[in-house]
């Protein structure tokens, strides 16, 4: 088998694998091959495991010729974000107060993959400490979109979208505190799941915020996110029937409260309407405002961020870039009562998202309100990242998950997001393929 | 919030180091601080905490 091996999905690829037609070590060649030619003008990885993975996979090669067969991800590449562990590499967090930190251990998801046979292909890029946005002034270069590399990849796992969409890799792992996974998928035209809070271990991955903090998977297709998340859990998502199922369009988000650019707002229609006619019972769904769900995100994002970063923003904050900086130090100046109060209305809004899943079964909302930006204006940046819909889930620790849902004028991915009870993974899978087919499968940019 | 109240603020925090460094962006943090309060109730237009 040859040709086009970068765009198999981790679904095909384990078909080939088990055909005869593909062997690990011949897929791994051609995404070293692909990333040593793309990367450096994409900057999705901080550190390619070369000699790690050609290991793995020749190790993997022997193990499936001769049987011993662990499962989807055998033989898989997969890419890490650099937040979380990998025995024997830096997890830099981006940053220069970590080139060092060389991991002793694998994070627990990290060793869920491996145990799953998955090869680790290197380390990906993220926002520094997963905060913030791209910036200049770190070791490492920002990661840029493979849709236009003019262009932001979204984040904080930049170089998990960016890689997904250029055809580095089948798939990778994330973070998400306020929509790190999500925002890279919205921003590039892939599928990024944020499963249910603490569904997905975190030990091993440096935290963010811990009341907030999610590990989850991306990939380029909603099949693919599911096959991810069953290694990561352990467990299969049982099929679900679409027909009748309750959709609540909560259309208020982003036609009211956080005006959407119109091409988003039309492609959430579609979306909408291609539910329906696929037999689902759409019908507008009403929450509390989305600026109620951003503060209180911000405010606990923000004191438990300061928190785990206090001693080097005291002893030594010029190592930090400037933007991270911008984000972390407004925790220091809140207080414990300002916190418990975020914790508390934390509690209301999650139990007011509670009542409207008595009326739904899945929630359709916007995820970014505009497409992504160009990378070079820092002004623009600061304006839309936080033009977002992703946070409130975060909040409420229901499992969410950001898909494509069109292109804008300029060719750049538009966004759609699908939320579900709490350990209803399978609702979003099922309503995501839905969807995925009405657009005619998964899209790539326009490169090789 | 005047300098000489941030500056005593910083002081507290044990923030010297960087608010020497990086003057401005420690003003604009205590200033979004403030505005997270009042939004989310936990002062009055005051700024006073209530008890």
Redesign the interface.
Known sequence: MSGDLHWLGVGEIGAAFRGGGLTPVALVEALLARIEALDPGLNAFIRVDSSGARAAAAAATLDLAAGRDLGPLHGVPIGIKDVIDVAGMPTTCHSQLRLDAVAERDADCVAALRAGGAIIMGKLATHEFAIGGPSFDLPFPPARNPWNRDHHPGGSSSGAGAALAAGLVPAAIGSDTAGSIRNPASCCGIVGLKPTYEAVSRRGVFPLAWSLDHVGPLTRSVGDAAIMLAALVGADAAPIQTLGLRVGYVHHWHEYDMPADPDVAAALNDVAAALAAAGAVVSYATLPPLEAFA??N??IL?AEGFAIHARD???R??LYA?RT??AL???????A??YL??RR?QRQLTEAVDAVFGHYDVLLTASSMTAACRIDDPAEIERTYMRQARGPFNLTGHPALAMMSGLSADGLPLSVQFVARRGAEATLFAVARVWERAMGGPRRPPMP | MTDEELAARVRVLGLEYAFAQFPEQLRAAAMLAAEEKVALGCVDDAGVEPA
């Open positions: 503060l209180v911000r405010v923000q923003l005291r002893d904050p010029d400037a900086r911008s130090l407004p925790g220091a100046f809140l207080s009562e300002d109060t975020a209305r």
